[in-house]
């Protein structure tokens, strides 16, 4: 079954590569995403909304349409930005976190042997 013996969890700790997980959005989906919606949304209410002048439903429709992609993609991206700032401000702490543990382990290594 196995190769060799099983590693202790003083092994792997020697071994293992500390990584910090980021939980950011993939930006260009999630801004594309609002623009999906927003288009949707605009043409839905161009074609329920009584047009008010001579432009005809479809042209009113098409420009709430630009409208409304114009505007879901603004807002989706304006919350791409502060998720994406926030979780690089986590990474950071997760980064600083591991610093100071690795800090205080060389630290009680120095100690120990006095």
Do not use: K, N, W
């Not at 930005?81 to 690795?102: C, H, K, M, N, P």
Request: charged share 20%; glycine share 16%; proline share 5%.
């Amino acid at each position: 079954m196995s190769d060799g013996p099983e590693p202790t969890p003083e092994r792997l700790s020697e071994h293992a590569i500390p990584a910090t997980y980021r939980r950011a959005p993939r930006t260009e989906r999630f801004v594309l995403t609002g623009v999906g919606i927003g288009a949707v949304i605009g043409v839905i209410l161009g074609m329920i909304l009584p047009a008010g002048s001579g432009i005809g439903r479809g042209t009113a429709a098409v420009l709430l349409a630009l409208a409304g992609a114009l505007a879901g993609g603004l807002i989706t991206g304006a919350q791409a930005a502060v998720i994406e700032y926030t979780s690089g401000r986590s990474a950071d702490r997760q980064r600083a976190a591991l610093g100071a543990d690795d800090a205080d382990d060389s630290e009680e290594g120095a100690d120990g042997a006095r």
